[in-house]
């Protein structure tokens, strides 16, 4: 059977994003990488597939940091013109695990909405291409650093954009990790007693955190069972296939919330990244030799 | 005296009527932060948000960006205790409208330590783009409804209920940083906030007539706090600044005093009244503010210590104070 055309854009973006975020791991001698491998299908296939984003003039150069928001501060923007100015009926994205801000950055590049010029300022000083992103940051608008907050903002968008009559929907990318967080199910709870159905999340289950594999830092399982129990339509699948992820996105108007559980590979399509397991969450090159390897692999992806 | 009940619960569904940006999120304690009366009248405006405060003002915060106002009503600890991380990230980082009503300041419950927010306007009055305001009668109760929606950005509320006397004329609301200026005099300053502004009436009353002559402020304005008045207030007083407040003396309107006397060079002796460095416990409010010496005899002690003399009053005379309604001095002065 032929892959539909989309679906071979999303395969082809995702090389991309790994390869521009292996050249920036490498560029500045670590890095989310783990990160990228784990979920470039997954963002490829959301900006490419499943959201109705509004479109962008021209890809966006980042603008330098405008300072924190205040009231004084009159020159602040968030990062969400890069996911366009929506309509009503337009979708809206939220990044949650702020530090997947790198294949953020990389996902709008390929899909033509940032410069690729954008890059050369990441977590440089002064600029707003920062390495945990906050909501300044391309692609962002709300600041999800401190985990688990995201979702909640999000649900609280989700209800002021039904209150609008807005028939949008509201997209939440999260990690794994993050259901290990108490706010996490709060937001869970909160989301399907309200009846938003209009929000849904994408779940990277990397079985990765900061400390290793998730089974053995604090187990999250089984995630499917516990958010249905929790009111929401929960589906589990693939997360390296467009097709299975896009399938999953489909809106009932049933007044659950959707949560689509992908399950990934932290080392897809970098193969060597496997030699540090099992702690994957961040890149760093212990020798030149290892930084050479990387180096070579570049080439190869 | 005129005393009110439950003003709030009253006062909220009046002065929402015809403001539909207007949202209202509880916490399983509706009806003891007097919302019961809103969520009856505009039950499509009241959001049931369970035992569960993160998600509430992260979730608030959201609505907030929509362009919606939303009313966050629990239990001052359960705002910036239990949810301090996400006050600070979802909230305030973002400058978010969103405005939290704290009920229970200070000892103001039986419900001993865990109801008991002695620490709140220490943490809230340090996080940036915060504005925090405390009610101290039942005109500042309804009066803080427009002082808050006109702040664009997050509003921390110290908020009183039940039973409430009207110190301060209906006519004469609370306004953003403006001190209220109760009496003039120059051996003694006292700035109170809150319910100790009534204790602090009855005190400054007997030290009046005992010929002591004293400047007394009520603070409802806790950030920001740069009204020249209150500079005025205690760069004159030939025996010192006493701050009197339902709050550790940390932190809260004694530091404000300390800082302001200590940047502009005042020079002049404080003492702090309020729970001195530790938690409190289950019991009245009444036996609490005795306990604490936040009450009229603790105020009426230290200004014989300030002063260096006895002045022979007995807790009987303080017994038998009445504090009338107080008009500021505020405007006849033209501050």
């Known amino acids: 059977m032929t892959e539909p055309k989309w679906a071979n854009q999303v395969r082809l973006a995702a090389r991309h994003i790994r390869r521009r975020v292996l050249e920036h791991t490498l560029k500045h001698n670590g890095g989310y990488m783990s990160q990228a491998c784990s979920s470039a299908e997954i963002l490829a296939t959301l900006y490419l597939k499943v959201m109705n984003l509004a479109p962008v003039d021209k890809p966006l150069r980042p603008k330098p940091f405008p300072g924190v928001p205040s009231r004084g501060n009159r020159a602040y923007f968030t990062g969400a013109e890069f996911n366009g100015r929506p309509l009503a009926h337009q979708d809206r994205f939220f990044l949650s695990p702020a530090h997947y801000a790198l294949v953020l950055y990389a996902v709008l590049i390929e899909t033509g909405r940032m410069d690729p010029c954008g890059l050369d300022d990441f977590n440089r000083d002064g600029s707003s291409v920062e390495m945990i992103g906050a909501e300044h940051s391309p692609g962002m608008e709300v600041t999800a650093g401190s985990l688990g907050q995201c979702l909640s903002q999000a649900a609280g968008i989700a209800l002021g954009r039904r209150l609008k009559g807005e028939s949008g929907r509201t997209w939440v990318f999260m990690s794994d990790g993050e259901f290990q967080i108490g706010q996490t199910w709060e937001a869970l709870q909160a989301a399907s007693f309200h009846r938003l159905d209009r929000l849904a999340i994408y779940v990277d289950i990397n079985r990765q955190q900061c400390d290793g594999l998730v089974t053995n830092v604090m187990a999250v399982e089984p995630l499917q069972d516990r958010l249905q129990a929790f009111g929401w339509r929960a589906e589990r699948v693939a997360g390296h296939n467009p097709n299975a992820l896009a399938a999953a996105a489909a809106l009932l108007d049933d007044g659950r919330p959707l949560a689509v559980l992908c399950d990934t590979d932290p080392c897809r399509g970098l193969s060597l990244l496997s030699q540090n397991a099992p702690k994957l969450h961040y890149l760093r090159f212990k020798t030149p030799d290892e930084r050479e390897t990387y180096r070579r692999a570049l080439e190869l992806l | 005296m005129e005393m009110l009940s439950r003003a709030h619960a009253k006062n909220l569904v009046t002065w929402a009527k015809d403001k539909p940006k207007v949202l209202v999120l509880s916490a399983d304690l509706t009806s003891s932060c007097e919302a019961d009366a809103f969520s009856v009248a505009y039950p499509e405006r009241f959001f049931s948000m369970g035992i569960a405060e993160q998600n509430m003002l992260s979730f608030a915060a959201g609505l907030a960006r929509e362009g919606f106002m939303p009313l966050v009503h629990t ?261």
């Not at chain 2, 920001?224 to 709050?247: I, Q």
């Not at chain 2, 260096?308 to 505020?330: F, K, M, W």
Request: a negative charge.
């Open chain 2, 75 to 335: 239990f001052a600890v359960f705002i910036y205790r239990r949810a301090y991380d996400q006050v600070a990230m979802s909230v305030a980082y973002a400058n978010a409208n969103v405005k939290m009503f704290g009920f229970l300041p200070g000892i103001t419950t039986p419900g001993g330590a865990t109801h008991q927010a002695i620490d709140d306007v220490a943490l809230m009055r340090t996080l940036p783009n915060m504005t925090v305001l405390e009610t101290g009668d039942a005109t500042e109760v309804e009066s803080v409804l427009d002082v808050m929606a006109a702040v664009e950005g997050p509003v921390y509320i110290r908020m009183l209920r039940g039973e409430l006397p009207r110190l301060f004329p209906a006519s004469e609301p609370m306004q953003l940083d403006q001190p209220r200026v109760l009496s003039r005099g120059n051996d003694l300053t006292v700035l109170s906030s809150g319910l100790c502004t009534e204790e602090a009436l009855k005190a400054v009353a007997l030290l009046k007539s005992r010929g002591v002559s004293v400047e007394h402020l009520h603070i409802s304005t806790l950030k920001p706090c740069n009204h020249p008045a209150l500079l005025d207030a205690m760069a004159n007083p030939k025996h010192g600044v006493l701050t009197l407040e339902n709050h550790l003396t940390t932190g809260g309107l004694g530091s404000i005093a300390a800082e302001k006397i200590a940047e502009h060079g005042l020079g002049k002796k404080l003492i702090r009244l309020g729970l001195q460095d530790t938690f409190s416990h289950g019991a009245s409010k009444a036996y609490l503010m005795r306990e604490h010496g936040i009450d009229a005899l603790g105020l009426i002690q230290a200004a014989e210590q300030a002063l260096g003399t006895q002045l022979n009053i007995r807790p009987e005379d303080i017994a038998q104070v009445r504090v009338e309604a107080v008009h500021s001095a505020a405007k006849a002065e033209g501050l």
